[in-house]
């Protein structure tokens, strides 16, 4: 007797993976109900989507018997039981059974390009597995058609539902909310985990945290911005709001008991906030984390990894959040909003935004690419009935424009959420940024030194070190990640606001957002106000002005400035117009007025900037549906313009260590994935991201580690304390 299997390790028949599948079903329609799914079309297609897999060349591969290199997908198979008539019955559309046909169809997106009598050949070969194949209860639900039964109205191979192909667009969502959580549950059931998990406790769970508050002062209360959230949890939202208001506790009472997503433009600040939430001793959600919230981005595994002690089980918690599965997920942008390409299997992400609400915190730090990203991302969420409040210390004017020039409605706060407190005083010094300027300061102060390109910041370090020796540090982005780490930690601590040694660190943008740092003084290039409003919450972050001055923006000869640069000339020259009238105290109010002057859509006409996020949202648009598949849309998220390397002195000193991490790399089988993992983990932290221009400039030796991956060293000179060193100093001029 066939077992038809679906699944070989472990083995599992296509009745028990149905069952499983149920299931899930039965959880997500009970945790989210109010999805705008036809549940019993989903139903019906979960019973139907593996039936293909009965075909005797799929059993005959599975059981390692063989395998024929002329097999159909299964889910081309699997719609000969599609019960139209009884749909037809129902009331259901012709449209309406298309989606259902489209989806179990395309539940796997592999291509099919054979005759159509070969489909229809392998379809009436069904019908002799279907008289003694046992479906429980599901068989009396459904009905085998031989393929030259089965209505082009509803199927033919070579169909599929486009966004813009004459359907309506709200029969396009149908289809993208059918496939995709058709896909979500198929997922979580072959993974053995939930599909969802129920977000049950967030609300009691800050509560908690303001009876906690409460025991050390009885008037404790949420601030007004997070009675705000609050009160307009039902609403898309803009809201400005300033360092120290509470903005992630914000977040958090705007999401309340539902499912959501946190993005934030950098890992290191993503993991914060991941601690923020999941600390084991520290985080508002104490009790059953690895239920309740996770950690996307590049570097989630390694992550887990260095919390262990907190997690029980990693690769379930890392599936899990892979999967989307956690009610909570505080991630990157480019993990959640890569669906506006629409490639190839972009369904699961976009359904699942159907029924989700998502936090985006400093707007701000975008990029042009990333921002329009986001405006159409917000676009589509917003059709599909997702939710989404901005939260952001301060806002460009291009951004609210933008949105409402592209559909998406939303409620802009009354009010910014500003303090009357000052902060900051500021002098703009007309002059290029020099280490004699700086050196007069260093009296008991921690500083910290900013500059737009790696070349100045190093020219710096290296001047101000000849006088100051070990006290003072360099970061930047040209370090591998070991070394990054250790001076993002080192940061942290003399940047920590009870510090008291004085110290010099100099940076570049890699501090702008990501640090909760806070020196006595800070000496900056200018590079546009936003950048140069971030940097100057790297100092007196939290602390009222006690002193003439604590910022000092040198405006001449700036670096990083041009056409083929990061900051956009004209946005610096505007900015540094801005601040011809800046001179002293400056407060939060005055710092928001020159923001909206700066960076209105007027303002912005004609730059680079405006430019490439226009050219960037026509870019996105006019891809086709399923015209490029997810690898070539990952590949448009990452920065084309670096490549992941080693360096040569840190591959020489390390070696034994490298190779060994390659070698259980290379390893085989599912039994060996942890080791994997685990060792790219460990081999990541002799990595970094070297910029185009270095490596044309060098020369890369490429070490095979598996049959498709390879290791790339760069023949350069390194130093734990200065990064990458380039024979030609004059080329570097990467901003960060």
Not at 367 to 386: E, H, N, R, T
Not at 434 to 457: H, K
Not at 540 to 554: G, I, P, Q, S
Not at 712 to 719: D, F, G, M
Request: with cysteine; net charge negative.
């Amino acid at each position: 007797m066939n077992d038809y299997l679906a699944k070989s390790n472990p083995k599992e028949t296509i009745q028990e993976h149905t069952d499983n599948l149920l299931k899930n079903y039965e959880q997500l329609k009970e945790y989210y109900p109010d999805i705008n799914v036809d549940w019993y079309l989903l139903r019906l297609a979960c019973i139907i989507h593996d039936l293909g897999k009965m075909n005797l060349s799929f059993q005959k591969k599975i059981s390692k018997k063989g395998k024929d290199d002329d097999e159909i997908p299964h889910g081309f198979l699997s719609v000969a039981f599609v019960p139209f008539e009884e749909l037809l019955d129902k009331g259901y559309t012709e449209d309406e059974i298309r989606v259902v046909y489209q989806a179990i169809a395309r539940h796997h997106e592999r291509k099919f390009h054979k005759p159509k009598a070969i489909w229809q050949a392998e379809i009436d070969k069904l019908s002799s597995e279907w008289d003694v194949f046992e479906y429980t209860n599901y068989k009396n639900e459904l009905k085998y058609t031989t393929a030259e039964y089965i209505p082009e109205i509803f199927f033919h191979i070579q169909d599929r539902i486009f966004e813009n192909d004459g359907l309506s667009f709200e029969l396009f969502i149908q289809y993208v909310l059918q496939k995709g959580l058709l896909n979500r549950i198929d997922f979580a059931a072959s993974a053995y985990i939930d599909v969802e998990k129920p977000n049950d406790f967030l609300e009691s769970a800050l509560n908690n945290q303001l009876e906690t508050f409460r025991k050390s002062n009885p008037n404790a209360d949420w601030k007004p911005l997070q009675k705000y959230m609050y009160s307009h949890q039902n609403d898309n939202i803009i809201v400005v709001a300033e360092t120290g208001m509470g903005k992630t506790e914000a977040g958090l009472l705007w999401l309340g008991n539902n499912k959501g997503f946190f993005t934030l433009p950098l890992r290191t600040a993503i993991n914060a906030i991941y601690d923020r939430l999941a600390g084991s001793e520290t985080g508002i959600i104490r009790e059953n984390v690895t239920d309740g919230v996770g950690l996307l981005h590049s570097e989630t595994y390694g992550q887990y990894l260095q919390r262990e002690k907190d997690i029980q089980d990693i690769e379930e918690y890392y599936t899990k959040t892979r999967q989307m599965s956690l009610p909570i997920t505080v991630c990157t942008l480019d993990q959640l909003f890569d669906f506006v390409f629409r490639y190839a299997g972009f369904e699961p992400k976009l359904a699942t935004l159907s029924y989700s609400k998502v936090i985006i915190d400093e707007v701000q730090m975008y990029s042009p690419d990333l921002l329009a990203y986001l405006i159409v991302g917000l676009s589509y969420i917003q059709k599909v009935g997702g939710q989404f409040a901005i939260l952001t210390a301060t806002l460009p004017g291009i951004i609210p424009d933008l949105l409402a020039e592209n559909g998406v409605s939303f409620t802009r706060a009354e009010e910014n959420f500003i303090s009357n407190r000052i902060r900051h005083s500021l002098e703009v010094v007309h002059k290029q940024i020099n280490s004699d300027f700086i050196s007069d300061f260093y009296d008991g102060n921690r500083i910290l030194v900013i500059c737009n390109t790696v070349r100045v910041a190093k020219e710096m370090y290296e001047e101000l070190e000849k006088i100051y020796g070990d006290e003072v540090k360099l970061i930047h982005s040209q370090f591998i990640k070991r070394d990054r780490n250790a001076k993002s930690d080192a940061i942290l601590a003399d940047g920590h606001k009870v510090s008291e040694g004085p110290c010099i660190w100099v940076a570049t943008q890699v501090v702008e957002a990501s640090l909760d740092i806070d020196f006595d003084l800070l000496f900056t290039e200018l590079s546009d106000l936003n950048g140069l409003f971030q940097r100057m919450g790297r100092c007196y972050r939290n602390r009222e002005l006690d002193v003439a001055t604590n910022v000092y923006v040198f405006d001449e000869k700036c670096s990083g400035i041009g056409k083929n640069s990061v900051i956009d000339p004209l946005i610096h020259q505007n900015s540094r117009k801005a601040l011809q009238e800046v001179g002293g105290s400056i407060s939060e109010a005055e710092k928001l007025a020159l923001i909206d002057r700066v960076y209105s859509t007027e303002a912005l006409a004609g730059s680079d900037y405006y430019t490439a996020v226009i050219d960037n949202i026509d870019y996105v648009q006019s891809f086709h549906t399923y015209e490029l598949d997810k690898k070539t849309v990952r590949e448009k998220f990452r920065n084309i313009n670096s490549v992941t390397v080693i360096p040569e002195p840190v591959f020489d000193e390390n070696r034994a260590e490298i190779e060994g991490y390659m070698a259980e790399i290379s390893k085989p089988g599912k039994e060996n994935k942890r080791g994997r993992m685990e060792a790219r983990t460990r081999l990541a932290e002799f990595m970094m991201d070297a910029p185009g221009y270095i490596v044309k400039k060098s020369e890369l030796d490429k070490k095979e580690m598996t049959k498709y991956e390879t290791i790339s060293v760069l023949k350069c000179n390194y130093s734990s304390e200065i990064g990458i060193i380039l024979k030609e100093p004059s080329q570097e001029n990467l901003f960060f």
